[in-house]
């Protein structure tokens, strides 16, 4: 049995600790989704595991001695997918006024998301320390931007949705870029692997998690500064991590947030470290599974 508790426990009430920079901020979060992955790898089977969340009164709601409504205090944004297998508070190992979540189909950032990334960094910066942008696995608006991007004629279909359509713009360049840095590293031919769908749709939900946090973090440096950091990662739907597997970091090494690229040769870097690790290289059956990392694939 395994057991997610939130816990206010009127007599031993826990005191709130917030990070007090973006690394701190950072290390938190990568633990909590190590703990989360970690607690549902194996079955307990007769046991009992259990992960207690200690949430503070005023974050549940419970109104302190003036009454009155909590103080919003989250310390950090995360962009996410409104994908439901993708819980953002739960895989963080976060409890209610922790996080300040904005979710959209394919994480991507329209107007809408900026303006809510925009209020939480202008009223709530005393306790604001990261900016995660997150994507997942098997993603569908990514997947549903692969296939338009194999299929172009099929856009007359979409061509009175313009809504999806924006959705799927946002999306595209890096469908095109990681279509091409894959055909540079496996040739033309590479397109005919049964594969390649797969390992398309896995190197873009990566490298379009990575543009949204490039774009953020040249937004709002200017005014920040150092004061929040930004990240960005995968979260992975069969083992529950959050990272990015590349070839260039160990195993151990695959569960953390990774910053953003800065300029056109660290994306190109990401986009061939990411070709060259362990799922995409599975995806294309290029490594059997006694050789790849514990992997993904939905
Ligand atoms: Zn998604």
Redesign the pocket.
Known sequence: MIDIVYRYDINNPVAEVHPASPAEARALLEAGNEFFAHMLDDDPGEGRRTRILNVSPQDLGIAGPQGGPQQHRPFAVVIG???ARAPIELLLGQGANDLFVVRV??NVLGSDTLGSIDYALSQLSDDLRLLVVMG?TG????TATVDLFSEPGRVLEMAARHELRSIVNAIMPSVRMSNDALIRRYGFKIKESPGFRKALIETAVVLHAAMMAATLQKAIEPVVGDRVGVVFGVYDLCTRHVGVLSESRGIDQQHTFLDPPTNGEEIDALLLDVINGPLVQRVLGLIDDAHAAPLLTP
Request: proline share 0%; hydrophobic share 40%.
């Open positions: 997918c409104a994908d189909a394919g997942h993603c569908g608006a990514v």
